[in-house]
């Protein structure tokens, strides 16, 4: 299978194309804050982000013929007209689509014309040199739940073939390998011994450690990776995170630092629905006005725990440095709830305005919309 990335009806894109592999844009994405993925299964699946919302589709493919369902199913989420645009552009690439040409780990896929709808340029996939947050881990329990509110798990791939990072208070590290087919080993793994102040995040620790270990599979997909199990189940989920400056001083993780601010409020819902008690809620900060930047740099902090049997509206805080807030920027604060089996159950579908230009960071109420 091939491995692709592309522009897409003059939109660059992320694609994640074939057996899963994922691809890097190769230029800037043309509006701030999207990422457009696309991950060709063995089986004839097709799935991945459009920008705004998760989809699937299916594909085939004869000769130097290829064909993309109409029949995308996807997600309800709304977006800026802008994304909504650029979404509807992307599709119309897909389906339009009737053959296809690689020359020079170049992809071409034109209509039935010829005329060229979507242009993909290969990319590395390695983990060497990836930086990355945890937001969910199984438990050892059957669940995937997320970290201890305030805490913060790390995980850095150096080129050397060492994974390291923060495991909520101390420091671990070991050894990873991988085949170039999305297949991983981790370990075995050393970690400091340092006393936890809080006993759950003890905890975390060590079902997390114990998570790296199981880990057989990774999947990145845009500034999203996945460890999965040798049968396929969640290990961890983490998100990009902007490597640290050589200079910049070491902060134990799991305790929130002077200079450090939050945003506060809670997330709720209008339906009349009880939520599962493993239900992950997700809250992200992000720079609404940063263009032609990946969605990694539009991040400025998230948050991400179980509802452990608790209902709407839940309580959420939100860690951020205010030095790392643009002064003029627009910052929005949105929220997501997923089942444990990773099925999207609710999305918030407009932005909520904080911190700058007189907006709030506290009794900050995010209400998100049922996904269909």
Excluded: H
């Excluded at 819902?269 to 493993?278: G, H, T």
């Amino acid at each position: 299978m091939r491995r692709l990335i592309g522009l897409i009806a003059g939109v660059t894109t992320v694609l994640l194309l074939a057996a899963c592999v994922p691809v890097q844009p190769a230029a800037p994405p043309a509006l701030a804050d999207t990422t457009v993925t696309l991950n060709f299964g063995t089986d004839g699946s097709a799935s991945g982000s459009d920008g705004c919302n998760r989809y699937n589709t299916s594909y085939t493919t004869d000769g130097d013929t290829i064909q993309f369902s109409p029949n995308a199913a996807a997600t309800m989420m709304a977006c800026p007209e802008p994304i909504m645009t650029q979404s509807t552009a992307y599709y119309t690439a897909l389906t339009s689509a009737a053959t296809f040409a690689i020359q020079d780990g170049v992809l071409t896929l034109a209509d039935s014309t010829g005329a060229p709808v979507a242009v993909f340029a290969a990319q590395n996939t390695g983990l060497a040199g990836t930086n990355w947050n945890a937001i969910a881990y199984n438990n050892g329990n059957q669940a995937v739940v997320g970290l201890v509110e305030g805490s913060t798990i790390t995980a850095d791939f150096s080129a050397d073939g060492v994974v390291s990072g923060n495991s909520g208070c101390n420091s671990y590290s070991g050894g990873f390998t991988t085949d170039g087919e999305g297949n991983i080993q981790i370990g075995p793994l050393a970690s400091t011994m340092m006393a936890c102040a809080d006993p759950g995040v003890s905890e975390q620790e060590a079902a997390y450690l114990a998570a790296l270990g199981t880990a057989a599979t990774y999947q990145i997909d845009g500034d999203t990776m996945q460890l999965r199990t040798a049968d396929d189940a969640l290990a961890a989920q983490f998100q990009r995170a902007l490597p640290v400056a050589e200079t910049e001083a070491p902060v134990a993780t799991g305790d929130v630092v002077s200079s450090d601010a939050t945003v506060s409020g809670t997330v709720s819902y209008l339906v009349r629905s009880a939520l599962p008690p493993d239900a992950l809620i997700e809250v992200t900060i992000r720079n609404a006005q940063l263009a032609d930047a990946p969605p990694e740099m539009t991040l400025l902090a998230m948050t991400a725990f179980t509802s452990g049997g608790q209902q709407v509206p839940i309580p959420y805080t939100v860690v951020y440095s205010p030095a790392d807030v643009e002064e003029g920027a627009l910052y929005s604060i949105g929220a997501r709830i997923t089942a444990a089996n990773g099925q999207l159950l609710f999305v918030s579908t407009q932005a909520t305005p904080v911190i700058t230009k007189g907006n709030p960071t506290e009794n900050v109420e995010i209400i998100v919309d049922p996904v269909n």
